[in-house]
Antibody
Framework: EVQLVESGGGLVQPGRSLRLSCAAS????????MHWVRQAPGKGLEWVSG????????HYADSVKGRFTISRDNAKNSLYLQIHSLRTEDTAVYYC???????????????WGLGTMVTVSS | QSALTQPASVSGSPGQSITISCTGT?????????VSWYQQHPGKAPKLMIY???KRPSGVSIRFSGSKSGSTASLTISGLQAEDEAAYYC??????????FGGGTKLTVL
């Protein structure tokens, strides 16, 4: 079964850092581009970042550029999101999602994890 | 990266058809056939319903269909059922190699 499982969320103070992980199973991670999408409580979906199969192409939403770093370890079938200088507005459920292609061009979010909740509060 | 524009809510009775619009620009919806639609029930992860404007993933009911005209995409749900009550989000690839979502539409089945 194709599955994505996020972890690493929790309650964090403003200004601290956090690393989220996404474990893939049921498919070969290095065949696909991957994404992070977040959803603030009671709000809509927001695309955060995407990374190509070989990490050569990486893009971010303007709202997180400079503070978020996406990475992957295909040997470990894992995707990561490093978040620095956390702000209260980063409070959200963070989902990892699989693209349909290996490259970071077009396509939809075909497979989704269940998400991990990040709460930024003092 | 302005969000795509969707109506906040739509409603319909069981058996009826509804259409949800999604308006963008020539840099996103109007420029690419990479529009997708997602269904999200409360407390659940989103589910892909339509991709590449008109295509349905395996397992998605034929009652769901997508289309596009210019910079406006649409999702139509025919034969409304109680289980269709959910939030629906459109999404498009953009010329900046980013993806942008619509604000979401809450579908109520009366």
């Amino acid at each position: 079964e194709v599955q994505l499982v996020e972890s690493g969320g929790g309650l964090v103070q403003p200004g601290r850092s956090l690393r989220l992980s996404c474990a893939a199973s049921g498919f070969t991670l290095d065949d696909y581009a991957m994404h992070w999408v977040r959803q603030a409580p009671g709000k809509g979906l927001e695309w955060v970042s995407g990374i190509s199969f070989n990490s050569e192409s990486i893009h971010y939403a303007d709202s997180v550029k400079g503070r978020f770093t996406i990475s992957r370890d295909n040997a470990k079938n894992s995707l990561y999101l490093q978040i620095h200088s956390l702000r209260t507005e980063d409070t959200a459920v963070y989902y990892c999602a699989r693209g349909p292609y290996d490259v970071l061009i077009g396509g939809a979010f075909v497979v989704w994890g269940l998400g991990t909740m990040v709460t930024v509060s003092s | 990266q302005s969000a795509l524009t969707q109506p906040a809510s739509v409603s319909g009775s069981p058996g009826q058809s509804i259409t949800i619009s999604c308006t963008g620009t020539s840099s996103d919806v109007g420029g690419y056939n990479f529009v997708s639609w997602y269904q999200q029930h409360p407390g659940k992860a989103p589910k892909l319903m339509i991709y590449d404007v008109t295509k349905r993933p395996s397992g998605v009911s034929i009652r769901f269909s997508g289309s596009k005209s210019g910079s406006t995409a649409s999702l139509t749900i025919s034969g409304l059922q109680a289980e269709d009550e959910a939030a629906y989000y459109c999404n498009s690839y953009t010329s900046s190699i980013t993806w942008v979502f619509g604000g979401g539409t809450k579908l109520t089945v009366l």
